[in-house]
């Protein structure tokens, strides 16, 4: 088996179906799909038996423990030689077939990032200008940035995914043991891979959409605490300005929602003021962000009125 294609699932049954639906016609050739359903009823497991014979599917229901565990169970469980993880998204015509010949021609790749769009096909998720070999795991940061992690886009060389699963235990319930693998494979790994195009499909993250975590701790507070586990092994300048920018995409996102009133999304709760300063305070935008996400809700949408209206 050459790829394993990873796929966990907890009550997305209508997602999970169309993810498979894209599956269908690809070139599956030394491919097998693996799939973890959390779900306590049988919705999702009588919906993908209706593609056994149809798509390689190994198949676990079990109990639920969380997005962290089912990625590191399916890790385990994959008998490629290499793992895609997947999440609820859509594959392109023709994305199994491109990933797996950049994989015969490159077979010593340890990492790939996988290029996408949202669903309009309008916005890549990374500027990568072609497909190419990477010189480094510092280059490699530096063009991912905060897209390092995005679990749809990993592609990992089994072995060298598996060394990091005992440290990445610490950190389950942060929803990052992803870029913790990853930052783990860019660490421990030699040969990296940008795959450019249009490969798959994602759904956007309109404003206020309620969401199972609390967008702005993971976002920026548990993306920040994970990638400083690797500080030693990265170019600090570097790791400092993605940093910076996961922070600065996180607290806007809060200051824009609940000027625009919303109770859900990044502005579903109080943000988490002192661990952010922990984190931050040397950061210039920490004192900005501050002053905006603690600014009572009817000043901050007259001031984000005013601010449009320029």
């Known amino acids: ?90 594959f392109c015509p023709g994305a199994i077939g491109n990933v797996m010949k950049v994989l015969m021609t490159h077979p010593t790749i340890d990492f790939m990032y996988i290029n996408s769009t949202d669903l309009s096909g309008a916005e890549y998720s ?89 967008s702005f701790e993971v976002h920026g507070i548990n993306y920040s605490i994970v990638a400083r586990q690797f500080e030693e092994f990265f170019d600090r300048k570097i790791l400092k300005r993605v940093l910076a920018y996961k922070f600065g995409r996180s607290w806007r996102a809060v200051v824009v929602e609940r000027a625009q009133g919303f109770t859900t999304g990044f502005a579903c709760a109080s943000p988490k003021m002192v661990k952010m300063a922990k984190l931050y305070w040397n950061y210039p935008e920490f004192y900005l962000a501050s002053i905006l996400m603690l600014m009572p809700r009817p000043i901050l949408r007259l001031c984000y009125a005013l601010y449009k209206r320029t």
């Open 1 to 90: 088996m050459l790829m394993s294609v990873c796929i966990p699932t907890y009550g997305q049954t209508r997602q999970l179906k169309r993810t498979l639906d894209s599956l269908l016609g690809q070139d599956l050739q030394d491919v097998e799909i693996v799939i973890r359903d959390d779900n306590s009823d049988a919705e999702t497991e009588k919906m993908v038996a209706a593609y056994r014979g149809k798509l390689p599917i190994r198949y676990f229901r079990l109990r639920k423990e969380g997005v962290d565990r089912a990625f590191m169970f399916l890790s385990r469980e994959a008998e490629g030689n290499f793992v895609w993880w997947f999440g609820d998204d859509v």
């Open 126 to 214: 990374v500027q990568i200008c072609g497909s190419r070999m990477v010189k480094d795991r510092n280059e490699m940061l530096a063009q991912l940035k905060d897209q390092l992690g995005f679990c749809s886009a990993m592609l990992f060389k089994r072995e060298i995914l598996l060394t990091g699963m005992d440290r990445a235990e610490q950190f389950i319930g942060t929803s990052w043991v992803t870029l913790f693998l990853s930052l783990n494979a860019l660490v421990v790994g030699r040969t990296f891979y940008l795959l450019d195009g249009k490969n798959f499909l994602s759904d956007p993250k309109p404003p206020g959409e309620t969401r199972w975590y609390d």
